[in-house]
C-alpha cells in the first residue's frame, strides 16, 4: 500500500500535474497589470469562480481551484465531479475524472482514509507559496506554481509536508479560466530550521483544525 507521502503526491500538491499531462515550460513577456480586480466573484461547486480576463486573473484562478481541490470536497464523489466539471476544459475534465476517482480510492483505503472513517482529527490541505507567469496570451497561458501541502491526522500518521511545483495551461473559455493541462515537479524542498522539530499529530491537528484557508489572488 502507498505511504501517506505518496498518497500526498497523487492526491493533493500533484493530482492536475502528475495525471493530466503537459509540456515542459519557456519563459516569454508579461504584459502589465491591469489595475482589474482578479477575482474570484462567486462559488460554484464548492470552487471559487469568476476571474479577469487577464494575467492578475489567471494566476489568482490557477492558485483558487488548487486550493479547493486539496480540500475536503476532493473526498465527495459527486462534489468531485462537480468541481471539475467546473474549472476545466472539456479534454481536461475527460482526462482528470478517472484518475481522480483512482487517487480517492487509494486514499480511503490508506491509513488516512481509516482514521477518516473512525473520526479521526485529519489535516487536509494544500496552499500555494510563489508564482510565476511563463506565458500570457488573451486565449491561454502557463502559469508555475510553488506548493505546499500537509496531510496527516491524530491516530498515528504523522503530520508530513510536501513541496512541489507545478506548471498548469489555462484556456480563456466560457467568460472564465479553465484548466487544461498541467505538469509537476517535485520540490524545492527545505529543510527544517535548526532548532524546530516536527509536531506530534495529537498537537499538529488540534493546533491547525480552527484555522481557516486563505483564498489568492496576485
Known amino acids: 500500500m502507498a505511504s501517506a507521502l505518496a498518497l500526498i503526491l497523487i492526491v493533493i500538491a500533484f493530482l ?3 495525471t ?31 476571474y479577469a480576463h487577464s494575467r492578475e486573473g489567471v494566476v489568482a484562478a490557477a492558485a483558487n481551484y488548487g486550493v479547493a481541490l486539496a480540500g475536503p470536497l476532493f ?16 479534454g481536461y475534465v475527460k482526462r482528470i475524472l478517472p ?6 480510492r487509494q486514499l480511503k483505503a490508506s491509513p488516512i482514509g481509516q482514521g477518516l472513517r473512525q473520526g479521526a482529527g485529519t ?3 494544500g496552499a500555494p507559496l510563489a508564482y510565476r507567469v511563463v506565458s500570457y496570451a488573451p486565449d491561454q497561458a502557463r ?22 511545483t507545478t506548471t498548469t495551461t489555462l484556456r480563456w473559455q466560457d467568460g472564465d479560466w479553465k484548466f487544461d493541462a498541467a505538469a509537476s515537479d517535485a520540490g524545492p524542498t527545505p ?24 483564498r489568492y489572488a496576485p
Not at 506554481?145 to 508530513?160: E, H, K, M, R, T
Open 99 to 104: 484518475a481522480a476517482a483512482s487517487a480517492v
Open 123 to 125: 489535516v487536509y490541505e
Open 16 to 18: 492536475l500535474g502528475r
Open 20 to 50: 493530466s499531462g503537459g509540456g515542459g515550460a519557456q519563459s516569454s513577456p508579461s504584459p502589465g497589470s491591469t489595475g482589474r480586480p482578479a477575482g474570484p466573484t462567486r462559488t460554484v461547486a464548492g470552487v471559487p469562480v469568476g
Open 191 to 214: 529543510a527544517l530550521s535548526r532548532g524546530q522539530t516536527p509536531t506530534p499529530g495529537s498537537a499538529f491537528v488540534p493546533r491547525t483544525q480552527p484555522l481557516r484557508e486563505f
Open 75 to 90: 473526498l465527495d464523489d459527486a462534489r468531485r465531479v462537480a468541481a471539475i466539471r467546473q474549472i476545466g476544459t472539456p
Open 143 to 164: 502559469v508555475q506554481i510553488w506548493s505546499l501541502a500537509l496531510l496527516g491526522n491524530d491516530a498515528g500518521v504523522q503530520p508530513q509536508a510536501t513541496f512541489g
